[in-house]
Nanobody, 118 residues
Framework: QVQLVESGGGLVQAGGSLRLSCSAS????????MAWYRQAPGKQRELVAS???????NYADFVKGRFTVARLYAKNTLYLQMTSLKPEDTGAYYC????????????WGKGTLVTVSS
């Protein structure tokens, strides 16, 4: 089993920045893809960004040019650097990891809340 714990959320003004972290209880080796999702109140969870084990990143159109995803194996951590935040970025942000080796399966964290005020 893998436990993922997100941190770094909070209240920020529009135009500000935040960096989210997702710490894994064990090594990220074996995690083929890791991703950040978000869920705004009353809306479905949506993919924000993903990154593969070969560092290929993909972003949702609504965050391209503003958010950057990165994974650091040495710290067993996934990051999401968010800049130029907008009120519509408000929501709970979740990380996920899909392992194809070791503890095979898809794991989720419990989320961290981001609130962007206008």
């Amino acid at each position: 089993q893998v436990q993922l714990v997100e941190s770094g959320g909070g209240l920020v003004q529009a135009g500000g920045s935040l960096r989210l972290s997702c710490s894994a209880s064990g090594t990220l080796i074996g995690a083929k893809t890791m991703a950040w999702y978000r869920q705004a109140p009353g809306k479905q969870r949506e993919l924000v960004a993903s990154i593969t084990d070969t560092a290929i990143a993909n972003y949702a159109d609504f965050v391209k040019g503003r958010f950057t995803v990165a994974r650091l194996y040495a710290k067993n951590t996934l990051y999401l650097q968010m800049t130029s935040l907008k009120p519509e970025d408000t929501g709970a942000y979740y990380c996920s990891a899909r392992f194809i080796a070791g503890p095979i399966g898809t794991y989720w964290g419990k989320g961290t809340l981001v609130t962007v005020s206008s």
